[in-house]
């Protein structure tokens, strides 16, 4: 892909989540949780039981100029139902973008595998996609510890990354990268805010209790960085 590209590009995925984040579904169906930190307790929906190894937003994967998008994400397991509703969102927002003539129908191919929530079988995807598929871009990922045990992956290729959702504080600041885009938040924003407002109003005895991870590691520090 020419760098005259990568700006656009970078905006069109951008853009894509903000449209997966609108779009109406066929049915009403039950709010399903998106913070990163969120203990994600529903049973795999049938469309992550059946989701293939690969899959695509276009039938033709192999049109040369094709942009070509690394989804890996947490498709199996208890907290399924946070990688499927990502996924069905961002392919839908594509199938969208494709029907009201903003992209060519073909003109992105979307690889997806699943991490099954494990570190190393996250990062064992993401080195096929960069190594074999030769993504130009990559994102999907949900949990915290799962972005932190890619990330050099992605960043040493040079390939950019758009978060959904995972913001661990270590890519933030001085761990800022150039290859990193979230278009969610940092993990530590909404419990920063969460104990200031404690604090302002006057509570004495407080308890946080958080998920043992990088993702609620960031919740408890957020929080008692403001109370």
Not at 26 to 51: G, K, N, Q, R
Not at 198 to 225: C, S, W
Request: proline share 6%.
């Amino acid at each position: 892909m020419s760098n005259r590209k990568l700006p656009w590009s970078i905006l069109l995925l951008v853009m894509l989540f903000i449209i997966s984040g609108c779009a109406v579904p066929a049915a009403p169906a039950p709010a399903a949780e998106s913070m990163d930190d969120a203990a994600a307790s529903a049973t795999p929906s049938a469309a992550a039981a059946d989701a293939p190894a690969a899959d695509s937003a276009t039938s033709d994967e192999s049109a040369a100029d094709a942009i070509k998008i690394g989804f890996v994400s947490t498709l199996s397991g208890p907290a399924a139902a946070l990688g499927v509703d990502v996924r069905d969102g961002f392919l839908l927002a594509i199938q969208h973008l494709e029907a009201d003539g903003v992209i060519a129908p073909g003109s992105m191919a979307v690889i997806v595998r699943d991490d099954q929530q494990a570190p190393d079988v996250a990062n064992q995807a993401v080195q096929e996609l960069l190594q074999n598929e030769q993504v130009d871009f990559m994102t999907g990922i949900i949990f915290s510890n799962i972005m932190l045990a890619v990330a050099d992956t992605i960043f040493d290729a040079e390939t950019f990354y758009i978060s959904p959702n995972a913001g661990p504080s270590q890519l933030a600041g001085e761990g800022c990268n150039p290859f990193f885009f979230n278009v969610a938040w940092q993990n530590d924003n909404l419990h920063e805010a969460m104990g200031q407002y404690v604090m302002e109003q006057g509570y004495q005895n407080v308890y946080i209790l958080a998920p043992d991870y990088p993702a609620g590691h960031d919740a408890l520090t957020g929080f008692k960085r403001y109370y």
